[in-house]
């Protein structure tokens, strides 16, 4: 490859983004048909599709679905086939009488905040529209839990009545998600300013998420700025909402059951585009390397350290594809890859289910079931038996979730 051809390639690199698997693009070849809304509503700072029950005609049991993370805006055709195409979550409803209505954001990667607003919207559409009395039912998926917690508990707070009789969330990062930071510091090491991935990773939402996050201006490690305020915003209008029931679904296993992972291995090497750089699973200790950044154009050479980090990747968790991600991306502009571990944990089991914080590793691995329920957040809980994707809508998880619903 030349030298000029080795420049094209890094910079050609970088539209890809580490998106939230149940609203991604659907896989290449599925036959997978999403039906037409019966009623879209515009929202502020984002919009609604609805589908109504079976044999009705109006709106009468409403379940608010609120979008997850990723860059742009919402996709609800999407949305709906991952709710839908590996188990019948959304069919499910809709054949109980259900109005499945999703709700997406202009702008996915916006605070949470802001997206919040599209689920009060909603909230007030639907509570206008309904016919008859039936409660409803608010939630979401990855980010989608938190924006339905802070817009729940944020009526509350004004007075506003929101008529909720059950709050979910489906892997949310409640106490934090992980992506890891030898990822974040890559993602504007490529020599492309202002290349999606970057904006991801630097986005609003992403630093109120994350546990730690890496600013592409400091080069520092650390809790950003916005997520201490988030969670001070969260506290202003008391964390969670007090009025419905409150459960959540995690991705990963309870019984303390991570993925096989060992520490401080490496877990991708690229050749040819960005020579040399390596990435390396995260171990616990001071000053250790979690990547080696290598590029041709314009020259560059940077190691990447974290220090007092618990064994994050092979914690017990959701997982995401997050070097596969990047693999897959760097392969098609010509790099050799050697992948070793293409996910890792992305919201850990504790976080989804709120029972602990990820700062220390005893906490991050501990066992759920071994702990006092009452020691959670919700009100209930279920974990995976088996680790899954984050997000993934498996039987399992599904039906738990659905004989959760209000009569």
């Known amino acids: 490859m030349s030298d000029f051809d080795q420049g094209q390639s890094e910079r050609g690199f970088g539209d890809v ?7 991604a693009e659907p896989p290449a070849g599925s036959a997978y048909e999403v039906p037409q809304p019966d009623q879209e509503w515009i929202l502020p700072n984002g919009f609604a599709h609805v589908f109504l029950g079976e044999g009705s005609e109006d709106i009468t049991q409403p379940v608010i679905l609120a979008d997850g993370f990723d860059l742009g805006k919402s996709n609800l055709k999407w949305l709906y086939s991952g709710l839908d195409r590996d188990f019948s979550f959304l069919t499910e409803l809709r054949g109980q009488g259900r109005d499945v209505i999703l709700v997406g954001y202009e702008e996915r990667s916006a605070s949470v905040l802001d997206n919040a607003e599209a689920v009060i919207g909603a909230v007030v559409q639907a509570n206008a529209l309904q016919s008859g009395g039936a409660a409803l039912t608010v939630g979401g998926f990855s980010m989608g839990g938190l924006v339905a ?11 506003l009545e929101h008529r909720a009789a059950l709050y979910f969330s489906y892997d949310t990062p409640h106490r ?6 030898a990822l974040q510091a890559f993602a504007h090491f490529i020599p492309w300013s202002n290349n999606p991935l970057s904006r991801q990773m630097n986005s609003p939402a992403a630093r ?5 996050h890496y600013d592409p201006k400091t080069r520092k490690i650390d809790v950003a700025p916005e997520r201490t305020r988030f969670l001070q915003d969260l506290a202003r209008v008391g964390n969670w909402p007090a009025r419905p029931r409150k459960i959540a679904v995690a991705n990963g296993r309870g019984d303390g059951t991570g993925l096989q992972i060992a520490p401080g291995m490496r877990a991708l090497k690229i050749g040819r585009v960005y020579p040399d750089t390596a990435f390396y699973t995260q171990a616990q200790g001071e000053d250790i390397t979690v990547a080696e950044l290598k590029r041709w154009f314009p020259p560059s050479q940077r190691t990447i350290t974290t220090s007092d980090f618990p064994e994050l990747d092979g914690a017990p968790g959701g997982t995401l594809h997050s070097y596969g991600i990047i693999a897959d991306a760097l392969e098609k502009v010509g790099a050799t890859i050697d992948l070793r571990h293409g996910s890792v944990c992305f919201v850990p089991s504790v976080s989804a289910v709120a029972i602990r914080d990820i700062d220390q590793h005893k906490d991050l691995y501990t066992n759920i079931y071994e702990l006092e329920p009452e020691e959670s957040e919700v009100d209930a809980f279920r974990c995976s038996s088996e680790t899954t994707t984050h997000t993934a809508i498996t039987r399992e998880l599904g039906n738990w979730l659905l004989k959760q619903l209000p009569c």
Do not use: C, D, F, H
């Not at 983004?17 to 609203?23: G, N, R, Y």
């Not at 917690?149 to 007075?159: D, N, V």
């Open 17 to 23: 983004t580490l998106a939230t698997p149940v609203s």
């Open 149 to 159: 917690r802070y817009a729940l508990a944020k009526m509350e707070q004004q007075g």
């Open 176 to 181: 934090g998600a992980v992506v890891p930071i």
């Open 208 to 212: 109120q998420m994350l546990w730690r």
